[in-house]
């Protein structure tokens, strides 16, 4: 079992920054692919991006170039840094970890951007 306590939402006017945290409980070992996910009001969880253990990085085309994610493997800990944020962002923020071949999400976080 794999507990994620999620960190760092919150509210910030457009063309702010935040950064969101996410730490896994429990040994590292069998932990693959860490990401985030959001979800906004009436729509349904998108993936925003995602680190594998290698460190190749996949992000929605809504998101590239602007949010970056990274990793602490020794912390099992995934970052989310979120730059140039726009009112479209608004969401909740979820974190999802892939452990062997079950999937653990958190209990989310929410991110809200005013214009």
């Known amino acids: 079992q794999v507990q994620l306590v999620e960190s760092g939402g919150g509210m910030v006017q457009a063309g702010g920054s935040l950064r969101l945290s996410c730490a896994a409980s429990g040994s590292n070992l069998g932990i693959n692919t860490m990401g985030w996910y959001r979800q906004a009001p009436g729509k349904q969880r998108d993936l925003v991006a995602s680190i594998t253990n290698f460190g190749s990085t996949n992000y929605a085309d809504s998101v590239r170039g602007r949010f970056t994610i990274s990793r602490d493997n020794a912390k099992n800990t995934v970052y989310l840094q979120m730059n140039s944020l726009k009112p479209e962002d608004t969401a909740i923020y979820h974190c999802?970890?892939?452990?062997?071949?079950?999937?653990?999400w958190g209990q989310g976080t929410q991110v809200t951007v005013s214009s």
């Open positions: 999802n970890v892939r452990k062997w071949q079950f999937d653990y």
